[in-house]
């Protein structure tokens, strides 16, 4: 087995709607973290070498063809391995936890199943296992179980049963078997994680166990009513969001991973294993738009209870039950993807002023009422502390969206969204006829906008830019259409989308902002940022160029690996993708604009 971890788009993933695992194209799994998303990884090979932990069932010979996908309309990975002497596939997935769906088919900890099929031929086969807890840092105590051939691995509060229908040998620390499948035989495999003072978990079925998740998921994906012309991308998408989303609480992530780079070797590594106040809106759209009212309704009271309290106190990110203390540290003893330094668990952007956060949950607010996922009154208290807080700071300088780490200033994107907050608070107030507090409220809507109109764009170019008394451009003036500010076709819109073409576009592909200046505090650099050349297809929409729009997409939607996913960001000069993996920005930002250009016309700004 490779010492370096392979290429991201060469994983694909597996989950229960609690945490998820990482499966590369070799069969190994080199990314687990028990039992929640944010917990330690027990697999962390990703992030280092197999030393920290990995799971490999595959045939012998490394030279095998390998082809993969996911069953239609599920999130269960097949891979099949084409050998000399034969072909064998191997069946992964996570059943979905105890309760949902009615489903009882796994212990009340997340289980990993693999089930190995001799397809034709004999192929020689090879289960390698080495867990290794607290990211690699710890070898478990491992036993053989009393029945069967399965062991069980104990380190501190942790327990992982392994049961297998085939002999389980230990070897320098790892657990191993050779075996050979002819076709129509199967082996099985079954981890399942439980703590450490109770008795091992008992094995799922594996086969009662794929049928039970595949009619968990097909039952899901078929709910989509999206119906256009990008279905499979969009579906794809939507089954990514959910294995996202931790189904106890409703917290959706940003990705199930951590310190994948921006950059090749690069140290622009963040811990994405939380959830973002910024996706509020982005998330509640696609959920609505897609038909999943359920899941907007569990994230929208996922997000009133986070930020229930003083708004003074309001962080831009959680964990996934809500947790507000994230403290973000470094990992000395892992190497880092492919030499990528430091691996970071935490995250102190929690810590950060982001004023643009709070335009994203009044917006949520607003759209989770108006869409009838909350009482009227769940939300109009909130609101209103929220917007008197907001009042008193959204004139100071901030970190804003890209949460950097070079000092604040006084970011046009965060003045957009503190306007979007009022702009939403206003229409609230009109709808409940509440004069009292309308009024204010508009005087403050029109004094941000005329504020950012008069210091955030910059006539020399004809566009809006990133900072006040700053000429550099930033793509998140896209949203500025998108969210009701301007229209699209405004003549300084139409200066922004042309300014960002001729300057920020990378192989016809859109970048953040050109980090060369140093100003955002960080070494090195990144690739293109995917959300956001998705948005450049919805403001091509929006300005009537849709034939160029439905290219881009059509574009970016190619980006995605063999099974359909997309990370953080993309690297035109390798053809790499980069960043963490999968990236929920990235697929909600797909889904935002398949749907526009299904509707043609913007689906963010209030009604």
């Known amino acids: 087995m490779s010492d370096t971890a392979p290429r991201i788009e060469e994983y694909a993933l597996i989950g229960d709607c609690r945490t998820a695992a990482l499966v590369s194209r070799a069969g190994s799994i080199d990314w687990l973290c028990l039992p929640r998303f944010d917990s330690p990884a027990c697999l962390a090979a990703l992030l280092d070498t197999p030393r920290a932990g990995f799971w490999r069932v595959a045939p ?12 239609p309309g599920t999130l269960i990975l097949e891979t099949c391995f084409e050998t000399a002497t034969g072909r064998v596939s191997v069946i992964d997935f996570m059943p979905p936890q105890a309760g949902v769906a009615g489903m009882q088919v796994s212990g009340p900890g997340p289980t990993v199943i693999r089930i190995a099929r001799g397809e034709s031929g004999a192929v020689p086969m090879r289960f390698d296992l080495a867990l290794r807890f607290d990211y690699g840092s710890f070898v478990p105590w491992v036993t053989r179980q009393r029945t069967g051939f399965g062991i069980t691995a104990i380190a501190g509060p942790d327990l992982v049963a392994v049961h297998s229908t085939i002999p389980l040998e230990g070897h320098d620390f790892h657990t191993e078997a050779r075996f050979t499948l002819h076709a129509g035989e199967e082996a099985c495999f079954v981890l399942a994680h439980g703590p450490s003072h109770l008795p091992p978990p008992a094995a799922a079925d594996p086969l ?8 968990f998921w097909t039952d899901w994906s078929g709910r989509n009513r999206y119906q256009g012309e990008f279905r499979s991308e969009v579906e794809r998408s939507l089954i990514t969001l959910k294995a996202l989303t931790c189904a106890e609480t409703g917290g959706i992530v940003a990705a199930p991973t951590t310190s994948l780079p921006e950059q090749p070797g690069g140290s622009r590594n963040w811990d994405y294993r939380f959830c973002w106040l910024r996706d509020a809106t982005f998330t509640l759209l696609a959920l609505l738009d897609a038909g999943y009212r359920e899941e907007a309704r569990a994230w929208s009271a996922w997000l009133r209870r986070a930020v229930a309290g003083s708004p003074g106190q309001m962080r831009t990110l959680y964990g996934v039950g809500g947790e507000r203390r994230l403290p973000e540290w470094e990992v000395p003893w892992l190497a880092g993807y492919q030499g990528a330094r430091p691996v970071r668990v935490g995250n102190a952007a929690g810590d950060q002023l982001q004023i643009d956060t709070y335009g994203e949950v009044i917006d949520a607010l607003y759209q989770s009422k108006h869409a009838g996922l909350a009482a009227p009154g769940e939300t109009w208290g909130l609101m209103c502390e929220i917007i008197d807080h907001l009042g008193t700071i959204w004139d100071k300088p901030d970190e804003s969206i890209w949460e950097v780490r070079g000092g604040q200033r006084h970011f046009v994107f965060s003045k957009v969204m503190a306007w979007v907050a009022m702009d939403r608070a206003v229409k609230e107030a009109e709808s409940r ?16 906008h005329a504020d950012i109109c008069a210091h955030g764009f910059d006539a020399g170019k004809n566009s809006f830019v990133q900072a006040y008394g700053s000429t550099a451009l930033d793509a998140s003036a896209l949203m500025i259409p998108l969210v009701g500010f301007l229209p699209a076709t405004d003549p300084r819109m139409l200066g922004t989308v042309a300014a960002i073409e001729r300057e920020l576009l990378q192989d016809g592909l859109v970048r953040r902002y050109r980090t060369e200046d140093g100003s955002d505090g960080l070494d090195g650099g990144e690739g293109v940022f995917l959300a956001c050349s998705f948005w450049l297809a919805d403001n091509l929409v929006l300005q ?37 993996f999968p990236q929920a920005f990235s697929h909600l930002a797909l889904i935002g604009t398949a749907m526009n250009l299904s509707a043609r016309k913007g689906r963010r700004a209030a009604k």
């Not at 006829?433 to 941000?448: H, K, N, S, T």
């Not at 729009?549 to 993708?577: M, S």
């Open 60 to 71: 012998e010979d490394a030279g095998a063809n390998v082809t993969r996908h996911y069953r």
């Open 433 to 448: 006829g509440a004069a009292e507090r309308m009024e204010p409220w508009r005087r403050l809507r029109a004094r941000i």
């Open 544 to 580: 009537g160029r849709a034939g160029e729009a439905r290219a881009l997409f059509r574009r970016l939607a190619g980006l995605a690996n063999d099974v359909g996913l997309l990370a953080e960001e993309y690297d035109p000069a390798t053809r790499r993708q980069l960043g963490n």
């Open 208 to 215: 009662i166990a794929l049928h039970a998740t595949e009619a």
